[in-house]
């Protein structure tokens, strides 16, 4: 018995001890070299903060001390590693950002050693940063940009899209809640882009990321309880006129007009289309109570389920005409991914600015020269 309660002691002593560090790898002189072309240029992506262990590493180089190499240049990759997928000035600001990185990142010393042993530094630093053209375009921007507020709102989306999955999928939904946009990607391109309506101020758009199975035409509308709450229903019945400013409008008993995406999420927030169309004539569009409101919905419905046969923008118009609700899966589901990036490439050469309708960008910070994160 005692034999017994020492061995599961033992057990339980071992099994509590953390996992052994990775020995520190051996860094050969090109190695560290290709390492610091890797340091230099994350300047380029807002991460200046990693650039000072440049100088350590060339020293270590020159001092021809192959164990003192090896720990800075470990230390330096480390740091590297870490900035590329998860940023380094604005860690604070991800607060809300519900969007999870479904890449499998392994423990950061464990990768790069296993990367320095196979020679595959290169490799794994070109894995590691955002490769979508929007991050490209915003890191050519910040590259040639000089004024401080500018750069800092260049950092924090630069971060923001470090945030973001590395793969995002073959075909997806991308929604920009501060650009009022819902984009339609399918192999690294753009194919279709629609104004939106998104949360109020006081009942953002969450940021967050779903799967879009289906849609629904001629959807039924149930209110929700925070909207109940606020006696919408008696606004638009008593002061129509008044409801339609603030976005509302009782057609058929229907806020969601002609359709409804199926993307199940517990936030209850969803993309789909609205009658009140006046409002995409404004540029900032910000009044639901947190759902997204497409513009030309049916035109969105269309490309979302063209890949498979019978469904032409007439058929789908057709459809809706009839009065009956139906739901169509997806030939395959898409993620959509509701995001808020107030700086976005606009296709040629230059950058969109966005309001910053949520306040996100309030404390934004990108590196000076000395590495150090300022405004």
Same mark, same amino acid.
């Given at each position: %018995? @005692?034999?017994?309660?020492?061995?599961?002691?033992?057990?339980?002593?071992?099994?509590? %001890?953390?996992?052994? +560090?990775? $020995?520190?790898?051996?860094?050969?002189?090109?190695?560290?070299?290709?390492?610091?072309?890797?340091?230099?240029?994350?300047?380029?992506?807002?991460?200046?903060?990693?650039?000072?262990?440049?100088?350590?590493? +060339?020293?270590?180089?020159?001092?021809?001390?192959?164990? #003192?190499?090896?720990?800075?240049?470990?230390?330096?990759?480390?740091?590297?590693?870490?900035? /590329?997928?998860?940023?380094?000035?604005?860690?604070?600001?991800?607060?809300?950002?519900?969007? #999870?990185?479904?890449?499998?990142?392994?423990?950061?010393?464990?990768?790069?050693?296993?990367?320095? #042993?196979?020679?595959?530094?290169?490799?794994?630093? @070109?894995?590691?940063?955002?490769?979508?053209?929007? /991050?490209?375009?915003?890191?050519?921007? /910040?590259?040639?940009?000089?004024?401080?507020? !500018?750069? &800092?709102?260049?950092?924090?989306?630069?971060?923001?899209?470090?945030? %973001?999955?590395?793969?995002?999928?073959?075909?997806?939904?991308?929604?920009?809640?501060?650009?009022?946009?819902?984009?339609?990607?399918?192999?690294?391109?753009?194919?279709?882009?629609?104004?939106?309506?998104?949360?109020?101020?006081?009942?953002?758009?969450?940021?967050?990321?779903?799967?879009?199975?289906?849609?629904?035409?001629?959807?039924?509308?149930?209110?929700?309880?925070?909207?109940?709450? +606020? =006696?919408?229903?008696?606004?638009?019945?008593?002061?129509?006129?008044?409801?339609?400013?603030?976005?509302?409008?009782?057609?058929?008993? =229907?806020?969601?007009?002609?359709?409804?995406?199926?993307?199940? =999420?517990?936030?209850?927030?969803?993309?789909?289309?609205?009658?009140?169309?006046? *409002?995409?004539?404004?540029?900032?569009?910000?009044?639901?109570?947190?759902?997204?409101?497409?513009?030309?919905?049916?035109?969105?419905?269309?490309?979302?389920?063209?890949?498979?046969?019978?469904?032409?923008?007439?058929?789908?118009?057709?459809?809706?005409?009839?009065?009956?609700?139906?739901?169509? @899966?997806?030939? &395959?589901?898409? $993620?959509?991914?509701?995001?808020?990036?107030?700086?976005?490439?606009?296709? *040629?050469?230059?950058?969109? /600015?966005?309001?910053?309708?949520?306040?996100?960008?309030?404390?934004?910070?990108?590196?000076?020269?000395?590495? !150090?994160?300022?405004?």
């Amino acid at each position: %018995m @005692k034999h017994s309660l020492l061995l599961l002691c033992s057990w339980i002593l071992v099994s509590a %001890m953390p996992p052994p +560090e990775p $020995p520190t790898p051996h860094w050969t002189a090109r190695q560290a070299s290709r390492l610091v072309a890797w340091l230099v240029s994350a300047r380029d992506d807002g991460l200046g903060s990693v650039t000072p262990q440049v100088d350590k590493i +060339e020293s270590a180089l020159r001092g021809g001390d192959p164990a #003192a190499l090896d720990a800075v240049a470990t230390r330096a990759a480390i740091q590297l590693l870490e900035a /590329y997928r998860h940023g380094c000035c604005n860690a604070s600001l991800r607060s809300g950002w519900h969007i #999870a990185d479904s890449d499998s990142w392994r423990d950061a010393a464990a990768t790069i050693a296993e990367a320095v #042993a196979d020679d595959g530094v290169d490799a794994l630093f @070109k894995k590691a940063r955002p490769s979508h053209p929007l /991050y490209n375009g915003l890191r050519t921007a /910040y590259a040639r940009e000089s004024d401080p507020g !500018r750069r &800092a709102t260049l950092a924090v989306n630069l971060d923001r899209w470090r945030w %973001m999955p590395r793969a995002l999928g073959q075909r997806y939904l991308l929604v920009n809640t501060a650009a009022f946009e819902a984009s339609l990607w399918d192999d690294g391109q753009m194919v279709g882009r629609w104004k939106v309506v998104v949360g109020k101020t006081k009942s953002p758009t969450p940021i967050f990321s779903a799967t879009v199975t289906g849609v629904t035409l001629n959807p039924w509308w149930e209110i929700p309880a925070d909207i109940a709450a +606020e =006696n919408i229903a008696a606004l638009v019945r008593d002061h129509p006129q008044s409801a339609a400013a603030k976005g509302y409008v009782l057609e058929g008993g =229907n806020a969601l007009g002609k359709m409804k995406l199926v993307m199940p =999420n517990s936030y209850h927030v969803y993309l789909h289309d609205t009658p009140s169309q006046s *409002l995409f004539a404004q540029d900032v569009r910000a009044y639901s109570h947190g759902c997204v409101r497409v513009g030309d919905a049916l035109g969105l419905v269309t490309a979302l389920l063209s890949p498979g046969p019978g469904w032409s923008r007439t058929q789908v118009e057709a459809t809706v005409a009839s009065g009956r609700t139906q739901s169509v @899966k997806l030939q &395959a589901p898409i $993620p959509v991914y509701v995001a808020y990036f107030t700086a976005e490439p606009d296709g *040629l050469g230059g950058i969109r /600015y966005f309001p910053d309708i949520y306040r996100q960008d309030r404390g934004a910070q990108a590196p000076g020269e000395d590495g !150090r994160c300022s405004r």
